[in-house]
């Protein structure tokens, strides 16, 4: 029914920047919640950023003033924008949808911040 691809991560140095994707396929994607994710070896998968379906935007701390998040109704994409990346930034990123009581997640990207 609902299908999440991110695409983006790269390898970057520090200070640098990457902008990840998430396309969505499926309907009611503008009704949803979106939210990007992350996990980094040894550790629990944390939320790094959300977007409502009202383009309410929740940031947590470690990437505030660095990291945005914004949504494309019309393209059904999501994006995470990542400037002056630091090596604690290191992880999987995941896209996640919520919608009602159901929650998708996509396969994941990763990103490696290192010299």
């Known amino acids: 029914q609902v299908q999440l691809v991110e695409t983006g991560g790269d390898l970057v140095q520090p200070g640098g920047s990457l902008r990840l994707s998430c396309a969505v396929s499926?309907?009611?994607?503008?009704?949803?919640?979106l939210n990007w994710y992350r996990q980094a070896p040894g550790k629990e998968r944390e939320l790094v950023a959300g977007?409502?379906?009202?383009?309410?935007?929740n940031y947590a701390d470690p990437v505030k003033g660095r990291f945005t998040i914004s949504r494309d109704n019309a393209k059904k994409t999501v994006y995470l924008e990542m400037n002056s990346l630091k090596p604690e930034d290191t992880a999987v990123y995941y896209c996640?949808?919520?919608?009602?009581?159901?929650?998708?997640w996509g396969q994941g990207t990763q990103v490696t911040v290192s010299s």
């Open positions: 996640n949808l919520k919608l009602d009581f159901r929650a998708y």
């Open positions: 977007i409502t379906s009202r383009y309410f935007t």
């Open positions: 499926g309907s009611f994607f503008s009704a949803s919640d």
